[in-house]
């Protein structure tokens, strides 16, 4: 394993969409094309599947060091009202391209720091939104909340509006990781809000930890773990930490190369992690997540209809994402489109009445072909390539590089398919860049990627 580590261990995408965002046309996409495509993916889905929405807030009181969000650092609440108002506007230019009223299926409020607002003030938005659409009848509705500033107000205002599942941060309880990433929260804060959203009726409770972060060693990822199984979330996303300071500047400067685990030292406090979580009852799901059986991801993965996309792993599959707040991201399937990074910038979009993109991709026949192949293997660990929806000359490029990893023992092709093995699924990154044919066209000169392990 470690030799195929060292050969494998590259810069890599996360493939939380394909094609990956440096790769998206440099022409980015005509205004027109876009909300030609929202239209389109609407009117074929809205009724049979409804929409999802992602919310992106995008304030913290601090800044983490570890952190590569897009977010804006203040202690300043005024600004609360004026964004959340902003969020509204968006969506009323959304719902002008709508013959009828959406059916909202999912809900994320993501950032920067959802619970940095005021419980009302979420409300008040959230009520907005509701208010000019229909709820499925099985919604799922979620937040990204901070341990230090969750309150019961919150939780009682989420609650009342349908959201069942809350996602907390952690990290790591390691007390010298956690100064070195500027996250100070015990495990009393993390523990008092894990039973305060339970008390609230949230069924489902995500942990984030993060392997690989400064000094951090195999004692503090056990003694991590430890603590998590007093709590048993329902789900955990095991993450790997994607050191990329060229993109992120000074926030992910805060501590030097030095300090971080590399290599063989940094796969072994994964090992760990992942065989801990195993022996505490969790299921592996897709790419780095776990969830406990009877959670709604082990069931989507169980029935094979888990799906990845900008939020990452979701339960459920909406054709048509909207992505509403500073940089979200949205996605029609047909094409993406990002919204303006620079908070003034967004902010004066929406005063021209302009739905606030500054970049995107309209997918071509290869692309969506591609796409579904990479999808397949990110949630079922298998693809094939047997249908003609499934077959594109690019197809057979990425047969041909898939041999190597076959080799190594990563993958089983069979025919007219290809199955990842128990070995290869450390690897699902590196298998999936066999089928980036942009990446293989292209390979960047410089690094874009953190690293695939």
């Known amino acids: ?10 810069p890599g995408p996360r493939y939380t969409s394909y094609p990956t965002v440096p790769y998206w046309d440099d022409s980015g996409i005509e205004y027109q094309i876009w ?24 304030f913290c009181e601090s800044l983490c060091t570890f952190c590569g969000c897009n977010k804006r650092i203040t202690k300043n609440h005024e600004v609360e009202s004026p964004y959340l108002e902003a969020i509204l506007k968006e969506w009323d230019l959304y719902l002008e391209l709508f013959d009828e009223k959406p059916i909202i299926k999912e809900l994320h409020l993501g950032g920067g720091t959802p619970t940095f607002f005021k419980a009302e003030n979420l409300k008040k938005m959230l009520d907005g939104i509701f208010s000019k659409a229909e709820i499925a009848k099985e919604p799922s509705f979620s937040f990204e909340g901070h341990p230090n500033n969750t309150r019961e107000d919150h939780l009682k205002v989420f609650a009342e509006l349908g959201f069942k599942r809350a996602s907390y941060g952690v990290q790591d309880f390691d007390p010298a990781v956690q100064k070195a990433i500027n996250r100070i929260q015990p495990y009393e804060r993390v523990e008092e809000a894990t039973e305060l959203s339970r008390k609230w009726g949230f069924d489902s409770i995500s942990f984030d930890l993060v392997y690989g972060l400064p000094f951090q060693h195999l004692s503090s990822v056990k003694d991590s773990i430890e603590k998590v199984k007093q709590l048993m979330p329902e789900r955990i996303a095991f993450y790997s930490y994607a050191h990329v300071p060229w993109i992120k500047g000074n926030g992910q400067r805060g501590f030097s190369e030095e300090d971080l685990p590399k290599d063989e030292e940094k796969r072994e406090l994964y090992e760990e992690g992942y065989k801990m979580l195993l022996d505490a009852g969790y299921h592996e799901i897709g790419m780095d997540h776990f969830a406990l059986k009877g959670d709604s991801m082990f069931e989507s993965m169980k029935n094979g209809d888990l799906h990845r996309n900008f939020m990452g792993y979701t339960a459920s599959k909406t054709q048509l994402m909207i992505g509403l707040g500073v940089s979200s991201i949205s996605d029609s399937w047909y ?3 990002q919204n303006e990074k620079k908070l003034e910038d967004y902010y004066a979009r929406l005063e021209n009445n302009e739905i606030p993109i500054f970049r995107g991709h309209a997918l071509n026949e290869e692309d969506l072909v591609l796409r579904k192949h990479i999808l397949n ?18 197809v057979d490029e990425s047969i041909a590089r898939l041999e ?7 993958l089983e092709l069979n025919g007219q398919s290809m199955r990842v093995t128990e070995k290869g699924k450390a690897f699902v990154r590196n298998i999936c860049m066999a089928f980036d044919a942009r990446l293989m066209r292209n390979k960047p000169s410089t690094q874009l990627f953190s690293m695939t392990i």
């Not at 293997?377 to 690019?394: A, D, G, K, Y």
């Not at 190597?404 to 023992?409: F, V, Y």
Request: hydrophobic share 35%; net charge negative; glycine share 4%.
């Open 335 to 337: 094409a993406f489109a």
């Open 377 to 394: 293997i990110m949630c079922q660990f298998e693809t094939s390539w047997e249908s003609p929806e499934l077959r594109h000359p690019s």
């Open 1 to 10: 394993m470690q030799s195929l580590i060292s050969k494998y261990n590259i």
């Open 404 to 410: 190597e990893l076959e080799e190594d023992g990563l």
């Open 35 to 58: 909300t030609d495509s929202v239209k389109r993916s609407f009117k074929a889905s809205n009724k049979e599947e409804g929409i999802s929405l992602y919310l992106h807030l995008p």
